[in-house]
């Protein structure tokens, strides 16, 4: 990782075998057997930082010590029930989240977008969803980049 991260968009893709889990304040959320996306931006001052907090969040969730969950989508990274799979990115300034995850489909009601007025920023896949992701960032006129199937 590098000192200064450019802004942009993220896609967190989780498996799970399926499972319950207690998200925050939207409560015990059920969840099935399959993939999820989480859409989520880095428009901040840190930038893409954001997205390689959540991917250390995730690699260090068996450590000794416990990290508070921020945001919805640390729940999920917390849980041994999910698993990260892959991560695709867009570096851009150009605030996209909102019509990415739009163009998605409907997902779980409230999660992710309190801070929006999007249904949802996490979305419900039965089968592995990298292609059909990088064509929705790219029908945004956006270049899509993975790190890559296999983190930790």
């Known amino acids: ?4 991260f450019p802004k942009g968009t993220y896609c967190i893709i989780l498996k799970t075998g399926g499972c319950t889990q207690k998200v925050g304040s939207l409560g015990e959320i059920e969840f099935k057997t399959g993939y999820y ?8 001052p840190g930038g893409l930082k954001r ?4 991917i ?3 690699e260090n969730r068996g450590e000794d010590y416990f990290k508070k969950p921020r945001w919805h989508i640390d729940y999920l990274l917390l849980s041994p029930f999910f698993n990260l799979e892959d991560v695709l990115y867009v570096e851009s300034e150009e605030r996209i989240e909102c019509a990415l995850a739009e163009r998605i489909d409907v997902g779980i009601l409230g999660f992710g977008c309190s801070d929006c007025s999007c249904h949802s920023h996490l979305f419900y896949r039965q089968g592995y969803p990298v292609e059909e992701i990088k064509k929705v960032i790219e029908g945004l006129n956006q270049i899509p980049q993975i790190l890559g199937k296999g983190i930790k």
């Open 1 to 4: 990782m590098v000192d200064s």
């Open 37 to 44: 996306v989480y859409v989520g931006s880095a428009l901040g």
């Open 51 to 54: 997205m390689y907090r959540h």
């Open 56 to 58: 250390s969040l995730y």
